[in-house]
């Protein structure tokens, strides 16, 4: 069941990778690897609030449907805010591109959790 701690978790996740993201663009005006370094940079600052505010890794679930909602209604749309060239791919290649995101998204979360639980599993293996 998805509750009222797992909507707040997804909704800090998104607006820190909506936040990170336009902060670093702007920062990085200009130079060749601006959106890279945005994407790499908004990553890192979900890993961090992610591990500093023990968001849940069922906060991923929402954030899924939030991401492929607005990747759906920005590529119906024709605007090209999530990935280039759609026109010219098929509609399961972009569906897949989709997904591909969504999961990129949702990694620092993941990883954050798995991450925490082997400092877990260590502790209790190697008191």
């Excluded at 797992?6 to 990170?20: D, F, P």
């Excluded at 607005?70 to 290649?93: D, K, P, W």
């Excluded at 999961?103 to 959790?113: Q, R, V, Y």
Aim: aromatic share 14%.
């Amino acid at each position: 069941m998805i509750n009222k701690e797992i909507w707040l978790g997804a909704c800090v996740v998104a607006s820190t990778w909506i936040g990170g993201i336009i902060l670093t663009r702007l920062a990085t005006a200009g130079t060749s690897g601006s959106e890279a370094y945005a994407i790499l940079a908004g990553w890192c600052l979900v890993m961090y609030v992610s591990a500093k505010f023990s968001i849940s890794p069922r906060s991923a679930m929402p954030l899924v449907l939030i991401y492929l909602v607005f990747y759906a209604g920005f590529t119906l749309m024709g605007i090209e805010v999530f990935y280039r060239q759609h026109q010219s791919m098929e509609a399961i290649a972009v569906a897949g591109v989709g997904i591909f995101q969504a999961l990129i998204f949702i990694s620092p979360i993941l990883l954050n959790h798995w991450v925490d639980r082997l400092f877990v599993w260590i502790k209790k293996r190697y008191p």
